[in-house]
């Protein structure tokens, strides 16, 4: 399977960024109440800010050079008005779309999460974590921006440019024309930020996941990197990443600093030539000092949302790549999906047919790690599984959970085919427990009860006293109301396992699985869990996997799989006198156990 660590940039489908845009745009449509609210706040505004030179203008060559002081006086009392109506308005249109955008970055950042949950092993297994986190936190909230100036930004700016230029032209087409001399250059450095910024914000979102992926990976090794004292190791590699990502920054923000002064020397042009078209050709006598200043006023109104276009279009080329690269994992079909109108599994008594089956990984087909394997398991049955590293063991009890499709052949539970019953409805009825059970921050109360959320405390403790956790629990401070660390730091690796092995019995499965479960506990504690694992094992149709001959020997078949089949078959006497791979495994690991 190929996989990607954070030395590598990731590979993404390229889409186009209209596509992007209207995607993201739809989960604001989600508020069309308060957008449309919004929409009629900013109407209001640009009124007002329409009007304001105007107004200006009145005043000067009508009551000013008339020397009308009651109406200018009444004119004034109407701007103060008008304007405490715009800053009201600017101020609440600005907190409806900061809450609508943080709302959207929350529906987007919960929907990426249940997503990533229905994906398969193969795209956890083939990519970092950090990776994964850079997608879900730093990509979604370079969205918040855009998403919120897309309403804010967007369109007041552009129905003021389009009422600013209606007014200029109406009143005075040659001054309107030499005020927009200039935005050709402005629409020519737009195209080139476009052209070449976005390729280069694509790299730095890269070189983010990166950083992320090898943080995430360093910190939840850090044990490893202490005892080997490999600090200065990690150091070096550290200084690479950050380095990688500073010059794709740099790269990347060349572009968008540059596009601010284009904008201001566009609208100092525009001024140039407003005024020497005004006063060298047109002649200042020909126009009113109350029009002219008028539209003083207007170009200003005119540049200015133009740039703050222009910058709102430069964020977007910036944040764009981060939507890109949200809705690509969004996009991922899972690879073990339920088929439409699927069945419920109902209760199982545990037969487990194989037949035929063959499976490879998508991305080695020709490489069949097992091929033609059958076997029938009838309820109850406990079966062992030895053999080689790579053998194919837990190839086959990943296939029985469904964690991966055969690719040949066909797997039955019960008579009913995997993929014709729900994947949630065979998982809530398997216990799996491996060598590395993951505990959770919580209390030991809470982590026993995750196996099955509606057991009572009476059931979680029988669940722990039946595997003999329950002494140990009890000896902590809080004894079930106990806080555990992260990952459960400050217990014994055995104690951690003993936990594992309660939160499985409190979900009473039907099929059990039992990976290299013993695998990390020392031989005392073994020998006090080995009469929970017998618990478990009871009524159960169980599948172990294991080196230790205390389990395997009370198997009622073990199955030796190697190169992807089945060598042999028995129970532990029957392969010992047959004096095969199993014999040959026996004598080399297990004779001094004996």
Not at 20 to 37: D, N
Not at 59 to 88: E, K, M, Q, S
Not at 388 to 394: D, R, S
Not at 422 to 429: G, K, V
Request: proline letters at 3%; hydrophobic letters at 45%.
């Amino acid at each position: 399977m190929a996989v990607n660590t954070y030395k590598d940039d990731e590979q993404q489908q390229e889409v186009m960024k209209t596509q992007t845009l209207l995607r993201l745009y739809r989960y604001l449509l989600s508020y069309k109440k308060t957008i449309g609210a919004v929409l009629g706040i900013m109407a209001v505004c640009i009124g007002i800010s329409l009007i304001n030179p105007l107004m200006i203008e009145r005043a000067i060559d009508v009551y000013i050079a008339g020397h009308d002081l009651p109406g200018l006086t009444r004119l004034a009392v109407l701007a103060v008005f008008l304007n405490l109506v715009y800053i009201a308005g600017v101020k609440l249109r600005m907190h409806l779309m900061a809450d609508i955008a943080n709302r959207s970055i929350l529906t987007i950042r919960e929907e990426l999460y249940v997503h990533i949950q229905t994906l398969g092993f193969d795209f956890f297994d083939s990519r970092p974590t950090g990776k994964i986190l850079a997608r879900i936190i730093s990509d979604i909230n370079s969205l918040k921006d855009v998403m919120a100036d897309s309403v804010t930004t967007l369109l007041p700016d552009f129905l003021t440019i389009t009422g600013v230029l209606i007014i200029m032209f109406l009143k005075n087409w040659k001054l309107a024309m030499s005020a927009i001399l200039t935005l050709p250059l402005l629409i020519t450095g737009m195209y080139f930020v476009q052209t070449w910024g976005h390729k280069r914000w694509q790299v730095f979102r890269k070189k983010n996941s990166n950083l992320t992926a090898f943080i995430h990976e360093d910190l939840s090794g850090i044990r490893i990197i202490q005892s080997f004292g490999a600090e200065n190791e990690t150091e070096d590699a550290m200084d690479g990443l950050l380095t990688e990502y500073k010059d794709a920054f740099m790269h990347a923000v060349r572009i968008a600093d540059g596009f601010g002064p284009l904008a201001d020397l566009s609208w100092a042009l525009g001024g140039f030539f407003l005024y020497f078209i005004g006063i060298r050709l047109m002649g200042i006598g020909n126009v009113e000092v109350g029009t002219f200043i008028a539209f003083s006023s207007y170009l200003g109104m005119f540049w200015q949302p133009i740039r703050n276009l222009a910058n709102f279009y430069n964020k977007l080329v910036t944040n764009i790549s981060g939507a890109e690269r949200v809705f690509d994992i969004m996009d991922t079909e899972p690879e073990i999906k339920d088929r439409e109108q699927v069945g419920i599994l109902p209760q199982v008594k545990g037969e487990v047919i194989f037949e035929n089956v063959c499976f490879a990984y998508g991305d080695e087909p020709d490489r069949e790690v097992l091929h033609d394997v059958s076997f029938h398991i009838a309820p109850g049955e406990t079966i062992a599984l030895v053999g080689p590293t790579g053998a194919g063991k837990t190839t086959i009890v990943n296939l029985i959970s469904r964690f991966y499709d055969v690719t040949g052949g066909r797997i039955l539970v019960d008579g009913y085919e995997l993929p014709d019953v729900s994947i949630q409805s065979l998982r809530m009825q398997m216990g799996i427990m491996t060598q590395e059970n993951f505990l959770f921050s919580g209390t030991v109360m809470d982590n026993i009860r995750f196996g099955r959320p509606d057991a009572n405390e009476e059931e979680v403790i029988a669940a722990a006293k039946a595997v003999h956790a329950h002494d140990f629990i009890m000896k902590m401070e809080k004894g079930y109301e106990t806080e555990l660390k992260e990952r459960g730091a400050g217990l014994s690796i055995g104690q951690r396992q003993l936990l594992a092995f309660a939160r499985t019995m409190v979900s009473k499965p039907r099929i059990l699985v039992l990976d290299e479960a013993t695998s990390s506990i020392d031989t005392h504690t073994e020998r006090i869990v080995q009469q929970g694992i017998e618990t478990l094992l009871q009524d159960r149709t169980s599948f172990v996997i294991a080196h230790r001959l205390s389990t395997i020997k009370k198997a009622d078949r073990i199955f030796v799989i190697d190169d992807g089949c089945i060598q042999e078959e028995g129970t532990h006497e029957e392969l010992l006198q047959h004096r095969g791979a199993y014999y040959q495994l026996y004598q080399a690991q297990f004779r001094n156990l004996a």
